[in-house]
């Protein structure tokens, strides 16, 4: 079996259960989906996470709404650090904090093959984002980011910048809906000069003024991909 996707299923504890026993059998398995119709408590995550040590080929890890938080990503953590072909993981709307996406950063720092990370809806400030950008930096191949609704604010961005100088794949950056001001848009109008296969740019509903628009405006002017900058002022 290649990919299972078991999202919006009423599965029962036996079913669950079931599932997470059999999961060492999927060593071929690439991709896998599941929402919060699949919730677990902490014990069984540990042994699923178990089972996704032995998945080397696992390419696509979507847990939307998943409810995962701090210590589920803390478990989950574990199992990623042996996915180094993974490509896509999304994590959107899992109640994930500062201190869960430091440790989630850790856990990726071997997955180079990464190319799209969705983290929108949770709970990262600066700190969460500095951390994040310090593995980022290692994820050449990254193609999409997304950070929207979340804490972000300039310190953020500036360490998010700075990071996204190395990754020259870079086909759209999301950042809407948080706390990024002037002094953020400044920096990722320079960290993202480079990014000469940008397609979109999504800061709308921050606290970004004329000053940062005129910033995003002149530095991103020469890019030749680049389709789209939202920033809503």
């Known amino acids: 079996m290649k990919a299972l996707y078991l999202q919006g299923n009423a599965i029962g504890e036996e079913g669950k259960k079931a599932f997470i026993n059999a999961r060492t059998q999927y060593i071929n398995m690439e991709t896998l989906c599941l929402d919060d119709h699949f919730e677990i408590s902490d014990e069984k995550m540990e042994t699923f996470t178990d089972s996704i040590k032995h998945c080397e080929n696992q390419q696509i890890l979507n847990f939307k709404h998943f409810m995962l938080r701090d210590k589920g990503i803390s478990i989950l953590t574990d199992g990623l650090k042996k996915c180094k072909n993974l490509h896509i993981l999304c994590l959107e709307s899992n109640e994930i904090s500062d201190a869960g996406v430091k440790v989630l950063a850790q856990g990726l720092e071997q997955c180079t093959t990464l190319h799209t990370l969705h983290l929108h809806m949770n709970n990262i400030g600066?700190?969460?984002?500095?951390?994040?950008?310090?593995?980022?930096?290692?994820?050449?191949?990254?193609?999409?980011?997304?950070?929207?609704?979340?804490?972000?604010?300039?310190?953020?961005?500036?360490?998010?910048?700075?990071?996204?100088?190395?990754?020259?794949?870079?086909?759209?950056?999301?950042?809407?809906?948080?706390?990024?001001?002037?002094?953020?848009?400044?920096?990722?109008?320079?960290?993202?000069?480079?990014?000469?296969?940008?397609?979109?740019?999504?800061?709308?509903?921050?606290?970004?003024?004329?000053?940062?628009?005129?910033?995003?405006?002149?530095?991103?002017?020469?890019?030749?991909?680049?389709?789209?900058?939202?920033?809503?002022?």
Do not use: F, M, W, Y
């Open 126 to 233: 600066d700190d969460g984002a500095e951390a994040l950008a310090s593995t980022l930096q290692n994820c050449t191949n990254l193609k999409e980011l997304n950070l929207s609704e979340n804490r972000v604010g300039d310190a953020g961005a500036k360490a998010l910048s700075e990071s996204l100088k190395h990754c020259q794949h870079l086909q759209e950056l999301q950042l809407e809906r948080n706390r990024i001001g002037d002094a953020g848009a400044r920096a990722l109008a320079d960290g993202l000069r480079d990014c000469e296969n940008l397609l979109e740019l999504s800061l709308e509903e921050n606290n970004i003024d004329e000053e940062g628009a005129k910033a995003l405006a002149e530095g991103l002017q020469h890019l030749p991909s680049l389709k789209i900058i939202n920033i809503g002022i």
